[in-house]
């Protein structure tokens, strides 16, 4: 069992707010020097200055509710535990799937 975690890759590394600021910038430079001055990921720098027009996405796939909706959710199914109802897997994923 490994007791300390090396890295490989330096993938996810930066910072939402490091490529905000270069997407701001990057209107000046090219795409190939900006990445390289902040060091962020070219691809994902061209994508958010062309294609997403700097709107941020979350890694992978992307929820199906909403922060607000999830929130609820939550205090809904942590009102039942409260109440004594004992609460599995399934139900969670039943409750989810008819609140969405």
């Known amino acids: 069992m490994v007791r300390t975690y090396k890295r490989k890759t330096d993938a996810g590394e930066w910072s939402q707010e490091k490529m905000k600021e270069v997407v701001n910038k990057v209107q000046s430079q090219e795409l190939i020097e900006a990445a390289k001055i902040f060091t962020v990921p070219f691809t994902s720098l061209q994508r958010r200055v062309t294609l997403s027009k700097g709107i941020i996405k979350r890694r992978g796939g992307q929820p199906a509710l909403d922060e607000n909706a999830e929130k609820r959710l939550a205090d809904w199914l942590l009102h039942f535990a ?19």
């Open 82 to 100: 409260s109440r004594g109802f004992g609460i599995t897997h399934e139900a969670v994923r039943k409750y989810a799937f008819e609140f969405a």
